[in-house]
């Protein structure tokens, strides 16, 4: 008799345990098949959040604008924030059009506004492509001196599988933001960092208030007055990041704007720190160099615009001497 309640009891225990397993199979099976190790692929992964994506309703969507205000969800600029800066959960950005586009990044240009007042700013939206797309030849030598915390992900950058080379894009923002937003707070002439996303960079957008953009210094024939001016603002910047043991790491006439005689230093993903990266110096000396040839293309007396005596400058500003 006992043997029977017994195998009572196990197949009850069974029956519920079956159940639950049944209605969790189930449950999987509603989302998405699983693997045979019960795990979703990357692939099935990607195809459920696009499935939950386009189940979203239209109230995820702002009635007028592209998208709600990402600023809730993402790293902040340094503070004190400018005056002209919309932080308003509430607010709705609005995709203007493309700035700029290269291999690394496009350049877009945002509007975040309020509704229901007449609060807004412009912002350039910097977004880094994905890692298979990516077209970053030269990150070896930046990236030296830079440390993962896991060697699983060190090795994975440096074979360039497809996990690191997301890792790699992963970085390059975060140099970036992390860059602009020291350099911010020492007074360098460089965009406001608003906030980081994932690989989306929001900055100040350099230029008018009608959404044109600021020119390149590439683009100018400044006068020779205007163009000693100019040159005196580059070695002015360079200090400040020489100061800080930094270096731009490519810097050139195409990466320096001029909005309203200012000079305005853009494009820092590739940012290298003097000290831990053993080609600092190396980066240091080819970023004046190529800055003092197009000076000096331009007009500048060789004189005034002297590579070793700039670059030996900066590396005492660095403590480097």
Known sequence: MREHEDHIEHDDVHDRRGGRAARRGRREHDDLEPTRRGRLTHEERARLARVREDSLSEADVPPDGDRWSTWGDADHGPAPRPAWLVTDLAAVDHELGVLKTGKE???????????????????????????????????????????????????????????????????????????????????APVPYPVQRAGTELLLEFVGDDDGTAAPRLAQLRPERDELAGLWCQLVDALTVLAGAGLVHGDLSAFNLMVHEGRLVLIDLPQVVDLVANPRGPEFLERDVRNAAAWFTSRGLPADEADPLEVTRLLLDSAGLS
């Open 105 to 187: 990044a496009d350049v877009h240009l945002l509007r975040r506004a309020m509704p229901g007042t007449d609060r807004s700013c412009l912002l350039a939206a910097k977004r880094y492509r994905s890692g298979d797309h990516r077209l970053f030849h030269r990150d070896a030598g930046y990236l030296e001196g830079r440390r993962m915390r896991r060697s699983r992900e060190m090795r994975a950058m440096s074979t360039r599988s497809s996990f690191g080379r997301n890792l790699i894009a992963e970085q390059w923002a975060v140099a970036e933001f992390a860059a602009l937003s020291r350099l911010w707070l020492l007074g």
